[in-house]
Structures are given as structure tokens and as C-alpha cells.
């Protein structure tokens, strides 16, 4: 199955540029014009540089960015180095006055999570379960995070493959034509194996008259087991934005109350399609504790072995704290971050954005990026979907259908060629537009991947062990350079933090 139907997210107006892009460079051109209208030569020749240097770092990009968002994005940056603003320390650190709990649902988050505020929703379901309901308040959202287990596809047949296919678009169309859900991320992280649950379980049923052979054989095939074995977490978070959620909360009570309601109807149209053709065989909506462990265990892969062992403690020792508080999911410190990668507490991370290419990609393609190349190596990725609201969608599709006539007119009167990748780009506009007056759904697609390793570790010589992995499964890699910090963030936790819009395919 292969999949190539997608287009960047945004079309240039004529040659890949926008309108803003051409109006800025002629506005730089102008005095060219005026020089050669009155004659001043040596002034011309002087300013023609400068207008091609501006005109350079609009129109041509530089590892993704044209170089003027590069100076822009460089000002910033350091702006907030001198202002300090870029290093972070958690608060539990100051006392036990700040470690003693959330206040009003607000978790201590570094960087682009600062944000973040988690809440118990009300009681659900049969056994009453209380999911925990997360806001941003910087991007004004809620989200409610499911941790699913998947079989994955390695191993499927070619008819099983169809069917997860066909269910996953099933529950992308119905997310878009609902109108409620505005970002759907699947997260899956690859985390080495800490063999907690076989150490409890070698706690309950070894017998301590066994033979010493034995003993050893199996203590050696546990340290070879654990050291080689690597577990897939996979979580689902559905964000809705507040102006989407509004009227319907207000409907149901207002206030969280009423939010959660709303979400609690969206939560059970999703669990359907999860569990249907998609074939999770196990669907759990994370309460306050399982968030509070899924993002502490992101930013400290090593930490899941305590938790696990506490957890199993607490069932028999009620003194015994069996989860880890929201107060302090977050790392202890995190300094300002590197240009090319971010550390938190023990941890280096590197994250890299997947650049979806033009000749399509097969299914299961992404495979060797999840796979790790060295025991205590942590890869995670995030796949961001963001269904598109029926009538932008046809303004989206109309304008591209637009540009690309008019790009073909101006090609063909100006008398240059009309190349494949024209041909391609103008078919895929018309596709795009025919699926869509079938009444198929059109997304905004990112992917991003990162590699956690301990910070005594070569991180820049494993980011490079990433991006090697992306480009040999057919894709194109693009560091996140300046923006580590969050990249992180939407690769590793699990909280529906996105990218910002000023990139994307769909």
C-alpha cells in the first residue's frame, strides 16, 4: 500500500512564492527603479546587491527556513538567553511548600508546557474511572490522552494491513466530520526494556530451594533478555480547541463539568474506532496518576522501573506512594537549550521533523526509524493529524487549483518547460479536489522523531544515527534547530502540544 497523495501546505502564489514574498521583494527592487528613472548609476550599481541579498533570504530557504526567519528566529533566541528567560528549574526543588501538590490543576512544565493545567474529569463508565482533562492555555485547548495496545503490522497479513488502513481513515474522517476534534496525535515511543515486571514476577515465584544451576542459567538469560528487549508505549490524544467546545459545554452545565461531558461523548467515538478496525486490543483513558507517569517516564526513560516497583509495592503496603504526583512529573532542571539538541536532568534529546516525500511512501515505512541501534537508546514518534473544517478545506483546495492554472499560464507565455513535477503537482490538485467532492476529508499531516539517551552519551553522534534512519525508509529529516526544546515536547509528551503552522504537509 502506498500512500503520495499529499501537497505542502502551502502553495506558493507563482514560482513556490507567496504573494507577501513577491510584494516584499519588489517593494526592496523599487529604489532600483527609481535610480535607473533618474539616472544615478553609481547609486543603482550600489543598491542592486543589496536588493539581491534581500531577495536571496526571502526566496531561497535554508535547511527548511529562508534566511531572513533565520535572523528573525537568532534575535529571539538570543533575546531570551540574555533575559534568562530559556533556563528552567522546578519548583519541588525550592521546598516542600511547592512539592506538596498541584494548585488548580497547574503542573510544573518546562518551556512550550508551562502552560498545561491537569484536572480530574468527573466520574465515567462502569467502573467510574475519572479521565484526567488537560488544558493549554496558550493555544486554548483540551485534550484527553487514551493509552491503546496495538499488534502492530510487522507481522500482518496483507488483508489485515487493508483493514487497520481502512479503520485509521475511518477515524480521521470521522474526527473531521464531526467539527469538534481538532488535533488527533498518535505518539509511539520505543523504550528499552527495564525488566520490571519480570523482577516482580521472579519475586513471587522463584523458589529459594531451587538448584544453583538453575539459578544462575536464569539470572543470565534475565540480564541478556532485559539488556536486548525494547517495549512499545503507544498513546492517542484527541485535543479540541475552546471555540469548537464552547457552545456544546455551555449546553452540558458549563464550566470543566460541562467540558467534560463533551469530551467524554468524543472519547466514546473514538474507544469505537480504536477497537474496531484498527484493532487495538486495549484501549485505557489515563487518569491524573497515568498521565503523571507517562510524562515523567518521557522525560526520564530510566524512571519507569521505580514506578513500576512502587506500584506493585503500594497493592500490598498501603504506607507505599504507588504513583508519582503531577507536581513533580516534570524533570528537576533543564538549562537553557543547544541549537541542535535539548537536555533534560540525565537526558540529551535530539528531534528531527520527517519531511513526507514526493514520490509517496509504502506502509510500514517509517519502521527502522522506531528501532533503536543500542541498548538504553529511546526513540519516540509523533504523528499529528489535523482535520480541516469542510468549507476551508474547499477554500484550500480552490486556491491551489488556482495557483497552479495560473503558474502553468504564466510558464507557458513566459516559454520555459513544463516539467514532471508540474505535471504531478497540478494532478495531485485535481485529486485532491475530486476525493474531496466525494465527501473524503483533507488533513494537515507533521511527524516528528527524537532519540533520548543519557547525557553521558555521544547525543550528536545519535541524532546523526536518526537521521541516517529517516532518510533510508524514503524520507527527508529537518532538524529542529533552535526549537529542540519543542520539538521535544510534541515527539516525547504526551499532552497534544503541536508544531507551530508555519511549516506542514497535509
Known amino acids: 500500500m502506498r500512500y ?29 527603479l527609481l535610480a535607473a528613472g533618474a539616472h544615478r548609476w553609481w547609486w543603482m550599481a550600489g543598491w542592486f546587491p543589496v536588493w539581491v541579498m534581500v531577495a536571496a533570504g526571502i526566496a531561497v530557504p535554508v535547511h527548511g527556513r529562508p534566511a531572513v526567519r533565520w535572523l528573525l528566529d537568532l534575535g529571539l533566541r538570543g533575546i531570551g538567553t540574555g533575559m534568562g528567560w530559556t533556563s528552567w528549574q522546578a519548583g519541588v526543588i525550592a521546598g516542600p511548600a511547592d512539592a506538596s501538590g498541584v494548585d488548580g490543576g497547574q503542573v510544573d512544565l518546562p518551556g512550550v508546557l508551562a502552560g498545561i493545567r491537569v484536572f480530574d474529569g468527573p466520574p465515567c463508565g462502569p467502573r467510574l474511572v475519572r479521565p484526567a482533562i ?41 474526527a473531521a466530520t464531526g467539527e469538534l476534534v481538532s488535533v488527533l496525535a498518535v505518539q509511539v515511543r520505543t523504550v528499552p526494556d527495564d525488566g520490571a515486571e519480570r523482577a516482580a514476577w521472579q519475586a513471587r515465584t522463584v523458589r529459594g530451594d531451587a538448584p544453583g544451576l538453575a539459578l544462575r542459567v536464569n539470572a543470565e538469560l534475565t540480564a541478556s533478555l532485559v539488556a536486548a528487549g525494547v517495549r512499545h508505549e503507544v498513546f492517542v490524544t484527541v485535543v479540541v480547541a475552546e471555540q469548537r467546545i464552547a457552545r456544546q459545554a455551555r449546553q452540558a452545565g458549563g464550566g470543566l463539568e460541562g467540558r467534560a461531558r463533551v469530551l467524554y461523548g468524543v472519547m466514546g467515538e473514538v474507544e469505537a474506532r480504536l477497537t474496531g478496525h484498527l484493532g487495538c486490543s486495549g484501549v485505557a483513558w489515563l ?22 516497583a512502587a506500584g506493585l509495592a503500594a497493592v500490598d503496603d498501603s504506607g507505599v506512594a504507588g504513583v508519582w504526583p503531577l507536581a513533580a512529573a516534570g524533570p528537576s532542571q533543564a538549562p537553557a537549550p543547544e541549537r541542535r539538541h535539548y537536555e533534560h536532568d540525565a537526558w540529551s534529546s535530539v528531534t528531527t521533523a520527517v519531511l513526507l516525500p514526493d514520490s509517496g511512501a509504502i506502509m510500514g515505512a517509517l519502521a527502522p ?48 518547460a513544463t516539467r514532471a513535477a508540474h505535471h504531478r503537482a497540478a494532478t495531485r490538485v485535481a485529486g485532491q479536489d475530486v476525493r474531496l467532492a466525494d465527501g473524503r476529508a483533507l488533513l494537515r499531516v507533521a511527524v516528528v522523531a527524537a532519540v533520548t539517551v543519557p547525557s553521558t552519551w555521544p547525543v550528536a553522534d ?18 529542529l534547530d533552535l526549537a529542540q526544546d519543542s520539538g521535544f515536547a510534541v515527539a516525547c509528551i504526551p499532552l497534544g502540544v503541536g508544531l507551530p503552522r508555519h511549516r506542514g504537509l497535509r
Not at 499529528?384 to 484550500?396: G, N, Q, V, Y
Not at 495557483?403 to 502553468?408: E, G, I, L, R, V
Not at 545519535?462 to 532538524?479: K, V
Request: a positive charge.
Open 4 to 32: 503520495g497523495d499529499w501537497a505542502r501546505d502551502t502553495q506558493g502564489w507563482l514560482f513556490g512564492l507567496t504573494g507577501a514574498a513577491w510584494i516584499a521583494i519588489a517593494a526592496s527592487g523599487t529604489p532600483l
Open 134 to 174: 488537560v488544558q493549554d492555555l496558550a493555544s486554548r485547548t483540551w485534550a484527553v490522552v487514551v493509552q491503546v495496545t496495538h499488534p502492530g503490522i510487522g507481522l500482518a497479513e496483507a488483508t489485515v494491513r487493508a483493514r487497520m488502513a481502512a479503520g485509521l481513515s475511518e477515524l480521521l474522517e470521522g
Open 287 to 308: 487518569d491524573s496518576a497515568g498521565l503523571a507517569a507517562a510524562i515523567r517516564t518521557g522525560f526520564a526513560p530510566g524512571e519507569r522501573a521505580g514506578l513500576v
Open 369 to 416: 526509524v522506531f528501532t533503536p541501534t543500542q541498548a538504553g537508546e529511546r526513540r519516540s514518534v509523533t504523528v499529528l493529524f489535523e482535520p480541516i473544517a469542510r468549507t476551508r478545506a474547499d477554500r484550500l483546495v480552490g486556491r491551489d487549483s488556482m495557483s497552479a492554472d495560473t503558474a502553468a499560464q504564466v510558464r507557458s507565455r513566459m516559454g520555459f
Open 462 to 479: 545519535y541524532g546523526r544515527r536518526l537521521d541516517a534512519a529517516i532518510r533510508g525508509s524514503g524520507f527527508a529529516p529537518l532538524r
